[in-house]
């Protein structure tokens, strides 16, 4: 059975989810010089609520509580309650053999996530004045913000990946149905976006192995990236588009669902493997990983 959800959340949310990560890879580096890692911190603590560090990768987050409407969060989550949920998450794809350490075969990803990531989850409407991605000071070191924008997108605790229907791969709008939660693919970006600037071959742009998989996919006609570029009015690029497609195999393969992915698909599925992306998360996962700031 596919399950069908209805076309007024379907086009809000992918209004909405289109967004994710409309701006990824679109930072350019120009050897900043940077502050050191008190500065920064001093910095966060004076800017945001919370703020954690896993060896120097900062997840930091907003008090303000999301908006309970319909599709973004249940009534009575707080911010708080994502931002700590963030840290987990983080934890867990950094800690896959659930020993409350970083892997051996993680330490260059936590070192790129120190280095070039920073995550944010809290409000991103600017009236807010709560837009954190574009800090100029932050920026300025050579750091991209990804965020969880808690004022639009999904957050349901309890999703864990699993027990969604799917029976093709066939468009960059697709999500996992069933109250998604948001909050594990803007993780999971990060991730994938942090490996992208050590592995040349897990990258994006063009002529990379991976991005090479999805453009065959999509020259096969049977992925499909039109419709949301037209939703974007012409800004959805192939870039961002690799990033999602990456994301996408992955929840999949993590619903077990992994037989329905086309050849591209799988292709793309082994390399992730073969490069040692984090290929699971432990929705239970309790051993938060670093340093609580503030
Ligand atoms: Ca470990």
Known sequence: ?????????????????????FTLSCHTFNNPT??????????????VDYVHSI??????????NPPTRDFVSPAGTTG???FEHAIRIFSSLLDQNNDGMVDDDQQQLNTYLKNTM??????????????FEDDPLITSQGIYVITMKTDLWPYHAEYNGKGFYVDKLHSSLWRPENNFNALWEEVFHTITEAISRFD?????????????LMDADIAADTYDITEQNQLEEGNYDRITATNEYVHQIWAIHFSGQSDILN???????????SKGVPMRINPNYNTPLGQRIK
Not at 55 to 64: E, P, R
């Open 263 to 273: 050849t591209f698909q799988t292709q793309a599925l082994e390399l992730m493997i």
């Open 200 to 212: 040349s071959d897990f990258a994006f742009h063009q002529g990379a192995q991976l991005r090479n």
């Open 80 to 82: 708080k309650d994502v």
């Open 34 to 47: 940077r502050s050191s890692s008190t500065d920064i911190e001093n910095y966060l603590k004076s800017k």
């Open 118 to 131: 920073m995550f944010y989850a809290g409000p991103h409407a600017e009236s807010q004045g709560e837009l």
């Open 1 to 21: 059975m596919n399950i069908k959800i209805s076309a007024s959340f379907s086009v809000r949310f992918s209004l909405t989810i289109l967004m994710a990560v």
């Open 55 to 64: 060896n120097g990768f900062y997840i930091v987050g907003s008090a303000t």
